[in-house]
């Protein structure tokens, strides 16, 4: 089960420290086979802020749950009402140097394969192939009645002719594409049925409080074990949905690697924990094993 990220996870005495050496991550690249792990880290320079660290959304929001958004109609204005509002910003975002570089390193033959805890879509729009959208992705909606899958665009352009007047100034934009608005800017957003069917309609995002699909762990795990070694960019992996995978590789001998300015929760685990903001870091590493990046595409 994704479980709602919280604040009360604090690194701990014994953790190795950051560095600022990017040769161990040049040398596991420059062998192949590398799994990638991505968190919302790696988009932060997109535009779309992280839970944690520095200008983390978490200390002023906290993410919807299944439970939340299934229970009750107002839960539910209130969430599409957000979401809606930030659709706007968060379907406008474009990869950055981060994004393009993992794309890079697997049109090069690098990677093993792609995983992300995001929902943005942005390895995909960098390049990347057969990323495995771990918590699955924004871009689609849900019916949960029928089970029909429809582009999101098309229900933001249902919602806008059905709440024409609704123009509110976010505070902000979270890492799940919720803008901040209160009670009173919500006002009577109407919320749309399915077409198909007149159900509920979710995201297809795997909401904190709602398990992921047991398929979509097996394959991750089968990735995890056939990989050479883990790379983990952008996570604080306080999560259990990916700090398992780097559990998992521990435990069978693959290295872990992670780059992320801040402490997580996988630190242990790890061979080393790079420092560095995931763009530099990860342009410097593809420049120093001659593969060029596409730094004109990034945002």
Known sequence: MRMRPTLSWTPGKDLPAGTTDLQPVADALSTGGVLVLSGAGISTESGIPDYRGEGGSLSRHTPMTYQEFTAGAHARRRYWARSHLGWRTFGRARPNAGHQAVAAFGRH????????????????????????????????????????LCPRHELAQRLEAANVDFEPVAAGINPDGDADLTDEQVGDFRVLPCTV????????????????????????????????????????????????????????????????RDPTRGDQ???????????????????????????????
Do not use: W, Y
Not at 111 to 138: K, M, P, R, W, Y
């Open 109 to 148: 033959g690098l990677l093993s394969g792609v995983i992300t805890q995001n929902v943005d879509g942005l390895h995909q729009a960098a390049g990347s192939e057969g990323v495995v959208e771990l918590h699955g992705s924004l871009d689609r909606v849900l019916c949960l009645s029928c089970g029909t």
């Open 197 to 260: 069917c007149g159900g509920i309609l979710k995201p297809d995002v795997v909401f904190f409080g709602e398990a992921v699909p047991p398929q979509r762990v097996e394959h991750c795990r089968k990735l995890v074990h056939e990989a050479a070694s883990l790379l983990v960019l952008g996570s604080s992996l306080t999560v259990m949905s990916g700090l398992r995978f780097v559990r998992q590789a521990a435990q069978i001998g693959k290295p872990v690697l992670i780059v992320n």
């Open 269 to 299: 685990h790890a061979l080393t924990r790079v420092a560095l903001p995931l763009g530099t870091a990860l342009t410097a590493v593809a420049d120093q094993l001659g593969i060029p990046v596409d730094r004109e595409a990034a945002a």
